[in-house]
């Protein structure tokens, strides 16, 4: 069998480039948001109050139930947040 190299998981595991790159996009804002829970320092029932979502979403947030969020509910979370997303558009060579 011949091995291949990816450049992401989700380049190996997702079936089309589109779906990988929608995946890529949403595990880098829910480690993000991640990152802004833990540096909270709070519970997580108060940390869902101050992103606007329940305590079990951001249970799920938090143990990376990836396919329970789409970007438009991440950016969502992170303007709760007080937080800006940007978008950058680039070619494969770059």
């Known amino acids: 069998m011949e091995s291949q190299q990816f450049d992401s998981v989700w380049d190996a595991v997702e079936d089309s480039r589109g779906k990988a790159e929608n995946m890529k996009l949403r595990s880098e804002l829910m480690i993000l ?16 109050k101050r992103l606007g979502i329940t305590q079990p979403r951001l249970s799920d947030l938090m143990r990376g139930r990836i396919d329970k969020f789409s970007l438009d509910k991440l950016v969502n979370i992170l303007a709760s947040a007080g937080k800006h997303v940007e978008i950058r558009v680039v070619d494969d060579a770059a």
């Not at 833990?38 to 029932?45: H, K, M, N, R, T």
């Open 33 to 48: 948001i991640h990152q802004y829970v833990e540096a909270l320092g709070l519970s997580q029932q108060e940390a869902s």
